[in-house]
Each structure stands twice: as structure tokens, then as C-alpha cells.
């Protein structure tokens, strides 16, 4: 089956730009879901598809994929970004399979 | 309002027998597919397997086929995951999450609270 890479962990200043990445062959086929997921909370979806947000999710919040790598910008971090991060999407190795990435942990600085 | 909600923690000891729980609501439960996800402490998510409560087609992890089993009663809007025989290493959070559209499979935009299971002898 595929497999979804990301930076184990990756940091921004307060307000500033961070874009946070996700590669694999399936992503050339299927958009990442990205989500966040904050200690002793369930994830929450930040972006899905080409790049929508949910109801709720601050425009801050975008993504955007190019060949097999998917990425997800917050622009102007804010201190409650800090999280955990994963992507995840369809296997498309031809199995009726999800994949998600190993997790992004993000500090703003 | 969509919810899930999950049954509650368990505490069982290895070898034990377990079926969790999580129950839809506010939506057309036959209409959406269902995942189950696992978080071993300190963890990242993984994905153990989908089921469509319309029809009961489930698919599984490659890592999970043949360990735990995904079902659901469609009359009571509940799917479910369970163990015939645990081990310590289920130990983990559980949760079930549900799609954004009625055709969706990864995108989950709802999750259940999780269920903490904690096999220990």
C-alpha cells in the first residue's frame, strides 16, 4: 500500500507564514485531507479536496498539491495553531485503502 | 446536528473479548461510510478500516484484516469494532469518524470522542 511522509515536526513565529508538507504516489491521484489534532482531543479537518475548509475553520487555513506532494499554509500563525498535523488520502495503489501521514507536530515560537 | 458518539473507556486484561461502539445521529447513517482509527499513545493516526452501514461492505488495513472486526445494525444507526482476543498492544485511543459527503471516503469530517482501550494484565 502507499505511505504519506512528513516532517516530524516544524516551527514558525508568531504570525508568520508556515507551510507544512506531504509526499506520496497517491497523491497524484487523490487531494490530501489534512487535519489537526490538539492533546487529548479527537483531529479536526482543516482542509479537504483542492482546497476546502469546513465551516469554522479560519481562512488562515489552505492547501495545495503539485505532483505527489500536498501542502498545507497557514498564513499569519496564531498560538492555538500549535498541534499535531496529518494528511491522509485515498491508497491508490488500487486497494479500497486509506493512508495517513506520520503527523507534523507544529510550534509557534 | 451530526454526532458520534462512542461507547466508554474499557479496561480489559490480554486474551479478553471486546466490541466498542458508535452511534450516529442527526444524518442519514445508511447514506455514509464509517471509519475506525487507532492512536497508540503518544502516536500518529491510522487507519484500520471503513464499512458502508447501507449494505455492510467493509474493507480493512492490510495491517488490521484478520485482528478486529467492523460491522453495523443499521436499525440502531451504530457500527461497530471489536476483538475476539486482545493483547496489550491494542492498548490505544479508538475513534470513528464519518466523510464529508455521502460518496466521501478519507475526507472525515466528523469524529467521535474516541475510546480509550487499555488492555493490561
Known amino acids: 500500500s502507499s505511505e504519506l511522509t512528513q516532517d516530524p515536526a516544524v516551527s514558525v513565529a508568531l504570525g508568520q507564514t508556515v507551510r507544512i508538507t506531504c509526499q506520496g504516489d497517491?497523491?497524484?491521484?487523490?487531494?490530501a485531507s489534512w487535519y489537526q489534532q490538539k492533546p487529548g482531543q479527537a483531529p479536526v479537518l482543516v482542509i479537504y479536496g483542492k482546497n476546502n475548509r469546513p465551516s469554522g475553520i479560519p481562512d488562515r487555513f489552505s492547501g495545495s498539491s503539485s505532483g505527489n506532494t500536498a501542502s498545507l499554509t497557514i498564513t499569519g500563525a496564531q498560538a492555538e495553531d500549535e498541534a499535531d498535523y496529518y494528511c491522509n488520502s485515498r491508497d491508490s495503489s488500487g486497494n479500497p485503502h486509506v493512508v495517513f501521514g506520520g503527523g507534523t507536530k507544529l510550534t509557534v515560537l | 446536528e451530526v454526532q458520534l458518539v462512542q461507547s466508554g473507556a474499557e479496561v480489559k486484561k490480554p486474551g479478553e473479548s471486546l466490541k466498542i461502539s458508535c452511534k450516529g445521529s442527526g444524518y442519514s447513517f445508511t447514506s455514509y461510510w464509517i471509519g475506525w482509527v487507532r492512536q497508540m499513545p503518544g502516536k500518529g493516526l491510522e487507519w484500520m478500516g471503513i464499512i458502508y452501514p447501507g449494505d455492510s461492505d467493509t474493507r480493512y488495513s492490510p495491517s488490521f484484516q484478520g485482528q478486529v472486526t467492523i460491522s453495523a445494525d443499521k436499525s440502531i444507526s451504530t457500527a461497530y469494532l471489536q476483538w475476539s482476543s486482545l493483547k496489550a498492544s491494542d492498548t490505544a485511543m479508538y475513534y470513528c469518524?464519518?466523510?464529508?459527503?455521502?460518496?466521501?471516503?478519507?475526507?472525515?469530517?466528523?469524529w467521535g470522542q474516541g475510546t480509550l482501550v487499555t488492555v493490561s494484565s
Open positions: 497517491s497523491l497524484r491521484s487523490y487531494y
Open positions: 469518524a464519518r466523510p464529508t459527503a455521502p460518496r466521501g471516503y478519507h475526507e472525515f469530517d466528523y
